[in-house]
């Protein structure tokens, strides 16, 4: 079992930038990918962002494509979303995830979820 608290969010204007954090005691040793999702009130959750645990593959959702980062930081059992000129539809709840499998190019199975962590951008 894997926990994971996210923090970073907070509300900004378009434009600004925050850096979201998820850390995940012991993660390098149960998951495959860590990834970032988010859901805004009534629509459904999207994948933003993922890495994969060991060798820190990365995928971005054509949304967010040259705006986020995703990196991580295993020492400190640590995942990171940088996010970059933020626009009012990247408002929602952010959440971390760990998942399972990854097969070479998707992962997927994703198990460990946070509690999320609140964007809110404003024009």
């Known amino acids: 079992q894997v926990q994971l608290v996210e923090s970073g969010g907070g509300s900004v204007q378009a434009g600004g930038s925050l850096r979201l954090s998820c850390v995940a005691p012991g993660y390098t040793y149960s998951t495959s990918c860590m990834g970032w999702f988010r859901q805004a009130p009534g629509k459904e959750r999207e994948g933003v962002a993922n890495i994969t645990t060991v060798s820190g593959i990365t995928y971005y959702s054509d949304s967010v494509k040259g705006r986020f980062t995703i990196s991580q930081e295993k020492a400190k059992n640590t995942v990171y979303l940088n996010m970059n000129s933020l626009k009012p539809e990247d408002t929602a709840m952010y959440y971390c995830?760990?998942?399972?499998?990854?097969?070479?190019?998707?992962?997927?199975?994703?198990?460990?979820w946070g509690q999320g962590t609140q964007v809110t951008v404003s024009s």
């Open positions: 995830a760990g998942s399972l499998n990854f097969d070479g190019t998707r992962c997927s199975n994703f198990r460990y």
